[in-house]
């Protein structure tokens, strides 16, 4: 083990255990939950030991500064620390873990920025508790409104704006015109850097994608005495939008998943009267993400039709192709001599990308797997990305 393997690895054994679920092997580091808010204190002292003052946006935003913050012109990297539900180590945390180790990489060689360096920490990305992707990055880009985004509300009631103790500040354009560059490290999400035998990749783009709740209405009644004719039952329409979802997708070369459904009442001996599914689905062009959803939607109408149920469809967020600056791209994958990959998870590099220029390193997963315990990587890779991400810091920031 090198050196910085070794520093990355006793770096990493600080957060490791926090949040982890015993049963499942799994991550539940919700958004402002006791894990996620340890993990944000120790975000804190970590920037106090490198003498880096840290600064929140009102949103929920940890920064983390290395040089004036007045100055301007600053090199923005970092990611999150929430999980979905039952989620891998690495989606989030590495992008912090590395950033830090890039510092310091950085001043043990001696190097100065002329420019400022930004660690940060962005809240909900994964939008497992209140149900909207990227919530910290799109509050501060001004990509969601102060209203709606306060309002949103956990499976148990808490409202995000209660959940963070304040009414969210919203965008910040003085704080984003600060910052002249965003470079996210985050682990590759695919088995394309072991298919290529490289470990760190550079991101093109990232494919438009969204969440789309469908709700499914008919008539609550007794499982054993309602005739199978007399039934508006709500759970064959959803069932059959899943297969559609399904199908449309495989018909396109898109992305479709169901994997969160609510029912009422929810008893084994009762015909709902309510069924809700969240479909999120993805695309490599916009028109085919618009056609598959459109698909699905028009094959559940006609389905609902035939139940005597009733459909209701809502779009809860929705986020256009990101080609990220392909410049920088370009410049970053010659740097390094890394291969450039497209990819279809959403990132708050991918809000990012409409308002400054932004790049993605991606750090080898053998198994290919994420949002899930099986997601991994391994301390030399990590320690390859990070020294990936202090010469991407070196050249923008110290030149």
Known sequence: MTDLAGRFR????????VGRDAGSGGYLRYALTEPEVWLREWFREQADRRGMPVHSDGNGN??????????GEAVLTGSHFDSVPHGGAYDGPLGIVSA?????????????????VVVGAFVEEEGARFGVPCLGSRLLTG???????????????????????DRPAGADPALLGRFAAFVELHVEQGR????????????????PHGRWRFDFHGEGN??????MVD??????????????????????????????????????????????????????EPETLHGLVEAVRAKAAERARRDGTELALTEES???????????AKRLATLLDAPVLPTGAGHDAGVLAAHLPTAMLFVRNPTGVSHSPAESATDADCAAGVTALARVLEELACR
């Open 143 to 165: 990509e969601i409104a102060v209203e709606r985004a306060a309002g949103l509300r956990d499976a148990a009631g808490v409202s995000f704006a209660d959940a963070l103790g």
């Open 10 to 17: 006793r770096l990493w054994d600080e957060i490791a255990p």
């Open 100 to 116: 830090f180790l890039a510092v310091d990489e950085l001043r043990a060689a001696g190097v100065t920025p002329v420019r400022p």
């Open 222 to 227: 007794h499982a054993g005495t309602t005739r």
């Open 192 to 207: 394309a850097l072991v298919e290529q035998d490289a470990p760190v990749a550079v991101a093109s783009a990232i494919w």
């Open 62 to 71: 940890l920064f983390a500064w290395w040089g004036d913050p007045a100055a």
């Open 318 to 328: 929705a986020t256009p192709l990101v080609a990220f600056d392909g410049g920088l």
């Open 231 to 284: 039934r508006r039952d709500p759970m064959l329409t959803y069932a059959f939008t899943v297969l559609a979802a399904n199908k449309e997708a495989r018909l396109r070369d898109a992305h479709a998943t169901v994997a969160r459904v609510a029912v009422e009442p929810n008893a084994t001996n009762a015909i709902p009267s309510r069924v809700t599914g969240w479909l999120d689905a993805r695309a490599a």
